[in-house]
């Protein structure tokens, strides 16, 4: 009797989903992605590889055949596309975890929950947007070796749009995951979603006037492309460049000769992020 | 509407008030495959009701729709009152799973995974560190609570997912072969954890399972074969209805002594494993005549009162593990047949 009394059942609710439930939904996924995140180090190290790489290699090899642009180095233009490169990876691989949720089960007992599917889809979206942010800040502690002042300004305006890209790309990533079965297919996710993202978006390169139409319709089509400009022109308007060559370096996003308003391309990532977001809920809604 | 539901969810909540499970003619068609066909069947507030079958004769498709999973095609299920189809958000308040594959998250610790719960279902925070506890000791994970799942063994994580689908407090828990891929020893170890929940916590306990000795802990069973429910009792009432005792014979010429025992004593014989098995109403009176008459060199007798398998056998015509290696057959071709596509 004493022992009926000590595991006296918990009364269970009989109200259907409130805004609460929801709130706490969203959170606890967004929190599983973070402690996940924390707990594996060696992902924050190799994460950080690939950049470093693209940074001091690549970056150093196309400095020797581009020459010194005024006191700076060709790694400096670079390093904004390099901090999104990172954004774009952490994000896709935080969506992309949900294949291997579904592979291990996890995914079950989220779907099974009586959750609502959108609370869990936002509540990864926000988690992977987070973690990714996380890491390109890690990226952006960087700044100081390519000879980018660590303005408070900057640091805050390059956060907030790493921040608005990660929710988009994990937004993507999460769109294209609803339709993945086998953690095998996320090679061809990589290979025929990532990688042409990131080169279209000009992260490696400016988009000048004088690439070939055909590839500027693809970079103007890339949703990447409208994070990257604004991060280069936050860079670049901390740096004591003649305003000439920035224009030359970074002509920025233009639709038919129109310059994109920072704002504008800001707003066109958020509202790619949610029109994904929404995909991403519809599909998963429809799966057991 | 709205009050019509009120009205229902008041009743719900008085214990004993509406069955645990209700299910009334459901069928559940894939394509030209029937894999329910028409069950009806309820189960008590409190019971513990097992549902027996070989893999594939449509016990995981039955539990899915109960846990609102799949849909039916035709036909109603009722759980803690609630309809499957109807009030699936509500449905799934009030059960609490544990599939036959493993659904942890092997970077979070036990009490991560179980909080993490806490709060997809809603569970009060005030309540939950106490709940947490509660199900943790139970399942005697408590000083295990701090570490990730991935060095668990086997057993330690389906104990953890047991605690974790009694966490909300369900009315009714559906347990899908909770002992598949488990050792014997573990098997008996996860049976008395299941045992002590019973004791303590008075809950609904649905559970599926293809292991004859396993279905003995069950208050009733559903012998499910085909889609069909072919019998439905407690154990002990199923045992007493077959009536007869099992008689195992070992010779060296086995097919033979089948077609003696048809010819001399009527009796219809099978082959099983190498041993052939006959039912007589009398076993330790018809050995002598076996001996006396048999006229090939018999090597071993084994008389034994019937069990759940020769239930099964009973009803079915076959003998689980007979079923089982056909299907792990079809399974092998089916595999074999993908490696080389």
Redesign the interface.
């Known amino acids: 009797m004493a ?2 009394a ?2 006296e ?6 109200h ?2 409130t805004l ?2 929801d709130w ?2 969203i ?2 996924v967004w929190k ?1 992605e973070l ?2 995140f924390r ?2 180090r060696l992902r924050i190290v190799t994460a950080l590889a690939q950049p470093v790489l693209f940074l001091f290699v690549l970056g150093t090899g196309l400095s020797a055949l581009v020459g010194n642009i005024g006191p700076y180095n060709y790694r400096t233009f670079m390093f904004p596309g390099v901090v999104a490169m990172t954004v774009l990876f952490t994000a896709i691989f935080s969506a992309v975890s949900i294949v291997w ?1 579904r592979e ?3 995914l ?3 779907l ?4 609502r599917r959108g609370a ?1 889809v936002l509540g990864k979206a926000l988690g992977g947007a987070t973690v990714a942010t996380l890491q390109g800040m890690i990226m952006l502690a960087l700044a100081g070796l390519v000879q980018i002042p660590y303005s408070l300004t900057l640091m805050i305006e390059l956060v907030v749009i790493m921040a608005l890209a990660a929710f988009m790309i994990t937004a993507f990533g999460l769109m294209l995951a609803s339709g993945i079965q086998q953690v095998q297919s996320f090679q061809a996710v990589i290979q025929f979603f990532v990688l042409p993202m990131f080169f279209l978006s000009g992260a490696l390169f400016p988009l000048t006037h004088n690439i070939p139409a055909w590839l500027r319709v693809l970079t103007r089509v890339d949703p990447l492309s409208y994070a990257v400009d604004p991060m280069r022109r936050a860079v670049l308007a901390h740096l004591a460049v003649p305003p000439a060559l920035v224009r030359a370096l970074n002509p920025g996003m233009t639709w038919g000769g129109w310059r994109l308003p920072t704002l504008l391309e800001l707003a066109i990532v958020v509202i790619c992020g949610v029109v994904a977001t929404l995909v991403a809920v519809m599909r998963f809604s429809r799966t ?1 | 509407m709205s009050e019509l539901a009120g009205l229902n ?1 008041d009743v ?2 008085t214990p004993g008030a509406h069955r645990a499970v209700d299910v009334t003619d459901l069928s559940k068609r894939y394509g030209d495959v029937e894999a329910v066909r028409g069950v009806s069947f309820s189960v008590g507030t409190g019971e513990t009701f097992g549902f027996l079958g070989p893999n594939g004769a449509g016990k995981t498709t039955t539990i899915n729709i109960l ?1 609102t ?2 849909r039916p095609t035709s036909g109603a299920a009722r759980v803690a009152g609630l309809d499957v189809v109807a009030q699936r ?2 449905v ?3 059960i609490g ?1 544990v ?1 036959q ?8 610790t036990a009490e ?1 995974n179980l ?3 806490a ?6 925070k005030t ?1 939950t560190p106490d ?1 947490v506890r ?1 199900v943790l000791e ?1 399942v005697g994970l408590w000083n295990r609570r701090a570490d ?1 799942v991935m060095g668990f063994s086997g057993g330690m994580k389906r104990r953890l997912e047991i605690a974790r689908g009694l966490l ?4 009714v828990l559906f347990l899908d072969e909770p002992t598949v891929g488990l050792d014997p020893q573990t098997r008996v170890h996860i049976w008395n954890y299941i045992e002590e929940l019973r ?4 809950i609904t306990i649905f559970l599926t399972t293809h292991y004859m000795d396993e279905a003995e802990h069950c208050d009733r069973i559903a012998i499910i074969d085909h889609g069909s429910i072919v019998a439905l009792d407690t154990p002990a009432a199923l045992k007493a209805s077959v009536a007869q005792d099992r008689v195992e014979i070992g010779t060296d010429d086995p097919e033979r002594t089948v077609k003696e025992l048809r010819d001399r004593f009527g009796l219809d014989a099978t082959l099983s494993e190498g041993a052939v098995r006959v039912y007589v109403p009398q076993g330790d009176e018809f050995v002598p005549r076996l001996f006396a008459e048999l006229p090939v060199a018999i090597r071993s007798v084994n008389v034994a009162r019937p069990t759940l398998d020769d239930v099964f056998m009973a009803f079915t015509g076959r003998t689980i593990r007979d079923t089982e290696a056909s299907a792990a057959e079809k399974m092998g071709a089916r595999i074999w047949m993908r490696a080389r596509r």
Not at chain 1, 9 to 14: D, E, F, G, I, L
Not at chain 2, 102 to 108: E, K, S
Request: aromatic share 8%.
């Open positions: 022992e009926t000590q595991f059942v918990a009364p269970v609710r009989v259907s989903g609460l439930d706490r939904a959170r606890v599983r402690i996940r707990r594996d949720d291990f089960g996890f079950r007992e989220m099974v929950a009586p959750a869990i057991e | 969810d719900a909540d846990c999973l799949i958000a509500e799934r308040r009030r799973l599939f594959e493993p659904t942890l998250d092997n970077y979070l991560e909080r993490f719960h709060e997809l279902y809603g569970v009060p309540t709940r509660q139970l990730q909300h407090s369900p009315r004791r303590r916590e008075a």
